[in-house]
């Protein structure tokens, strides 16, 4: 039986069972474990590296802008509290970047993200979604995308986005309670934030709101209000996070105990909010994502950014953005100045590379499957690997199905109803051992870790 109940409750001897399965998974990481390398990111220098030109035809375009008028204090992202000059100077800076595009490039989607894209003035917008559409042509019916938050966005905005053909914004609300933003320092209140909402919908964009789960001393019952408050105002499709911090973060140091999240009280979350939103007619499309599949949210589908060779085709422009080209991310340096400094010096802004070795590949082709909600087939495995997914994680896969974690059907693994309630857990165990290392460093457990893999 899964082991949250509906009532919420636990079952104390199926989270001991889950706690052995699990025992060597790091508990941190940098981003949600199923964007790899991001999570682990142990990249290598390499300043000014050059970018391979792209092959295969096509290209999935990341815009990084990084620009937000205030810094909430649970945020790690590359991001700047920026005056109009350095705003026009950055927008003139991805224009040069984005000249790296071979001109009419097919575009397969568009994702411009922060910082706050929308903290940009309007005709900054315009100027830099000009340039994007300028190098490159649509393919594919792909909903593009952009960032927003209830303060920045304006009509103006709504009508550059619209003109340009951008399908969806995303805005991040975080919570709808008041005392909750003050505690993370989020300078927008409830009222905005419904009325950002409204405005959004009723421009005929399709409508994403980002929420976050265990924020400092934030009830369950307030969440599930929270939710019911943003399903009543017709938002079609919701991002619903746990809190993730990191030593960057200043949230991160001021924590209490009962507000960190142990693997009982992560679990009982999870269970709340799947069981508050499927009560609201969403449907669970990704482990974060819940969408009304009788909107036009369905439309909008997250596209890969490599092919069934494992070789990607995604360009990261702006400070901070990664790109992943061939078999080898890259990452553009995360200071605005030095960042604007090289591009106008027609110098590369890659500051870091992760070549990725076939244990890596192994880890991407498992986090577009499994670890992100959808299933992983032996049959693809060995077709992409050349040998039987057991070879690689014969033992793991046991572990976890004493645990109850996966459902195994001979040709299928898909994670069990207990296995989604700790889905990047279960993602990051098929991290490779230096990753896992790594990451399990910064808690001061790596001796550990190296410990039980050794002994499996």
């Not at 990084?64 to 909430?72: K, L, Q, S, T």
Request: charged share 25%; hydrophobic share 40%; proline share 6%.
């Amino acid at each position: 039986m899964p082991l949250v109940a509906p009532s919420g409750s636990l079952e104390r001897s199926a989270l001991e069972r889950i706690a052995r399965a699990l025992e060597s998974v790091p508990r941190a990481a940098y981003s949600v474990p199923h964007v790899y390398p991001s999570a682990a990111p142990a990249y290598t220098a390499a300043p000014r590296a050059p970018r391979p030109g792209l092959s295969g035809g096509r290209l999935r375009l990341y815009v990084h802008v990084p620009f937000c008028r205030y810094h909430c204090n649970f945020c790690y992202f590359a991001v700047r509290v920026g005056s109009a000059d350095r705003m026009q100077r950055y927008v003139a800076a991805l224009e040069r970047e984005l000249e790296w595009i071979p001109p009419g490039t097919p575009l397969t989607q568009l994702f411009i993200g922060g910082g706050t894209p929308t903290a940009l003035p309007a005709e900054l917008l315009d100027r830099l979604l000009t340039a994007v559409f300028a190098r490159t042509s649509v393919a594919g019916s792909g909903v593009h995308t952009v960032e927003t938050s209830p303060e920045t966005f304006s009509a103006a905005h709504v009508d550059v986005l619209r003109r340009h053909g951008i399908g969806r914004v995303s805005m991040g609300i975080q919570s709808l309670q008041d005392d909750v933003l003050a505690r993370v320092e989020r300078r927008h209140t409830r009222e905005q934030a419904l009325e950002a909402c409204r405005s959004l919908l009723a421009s005929g964009l399709i409508v994403n709101v980002d929420l976050i789960y265990g924020l400092p001393q934030q009830s369950e019952e307030s969440f599930l209000a929270d939710l019911e408050t943003l399903a009543a105002c017709g938002v079609p499709a919701l991002t619903l996070y746990s809190l993730r911090t990191n030593e960057r973060t200043p949230l991160a140091r001021k924590l209490a105990d009962e507000d960190r999240f142990d693997l009982a009280r992560l679990m009982r979350w999870r269970g709340l909010v799947k069981r508050g939103v499927e009560a609201l007619g969403y449907t669970q499309t990704r482990w974060h994502t819940f969408k009304r599949l009788d909107s036009a949210a369905r439309r909008h589908e997250q596209l890969p950014i490599f092919d069934e060779a494992m070789r990607g085709y995604q360009l990261g422009v702006g400070m901070s953005a990664r790109s992943h080209l061939e078999h080898v991310v890259y990452r553009n340096v995360d200071q605005l100045d030095p960042y604007l400094q090289r591009i106008e010096s027609g110098e590369s802004p890659v500051e870091q590379i992760f070549p990725l070795a076939e244990e890596d590949r192994v880890t991407q082709f498992i986090a577009r499957t499994i670890g992100d909600g959808r299933p992983l087939t032996r049959t693809a495995y060995a077709r992409t690997f050349g040998r039987p997914i057991e070879r690689d994680f014969g033992e793991l896969l046991r572990r976890l199905d004493e645990g109850g974690l996966v459902r195994d059907d001979g040709e299928t693994l898909l994670l069990s109803e207990d296995g989604k309630l700790v889905y990047d857990l279960v993602m990051l165990a098929f991290y490779p051992l230096r990753a896992r290392e790594w990451l399990a460093a910064r808690e001061g457990r790596a001796a550990f870790v190296r410990e039980i893999a050794t002994a499996s």
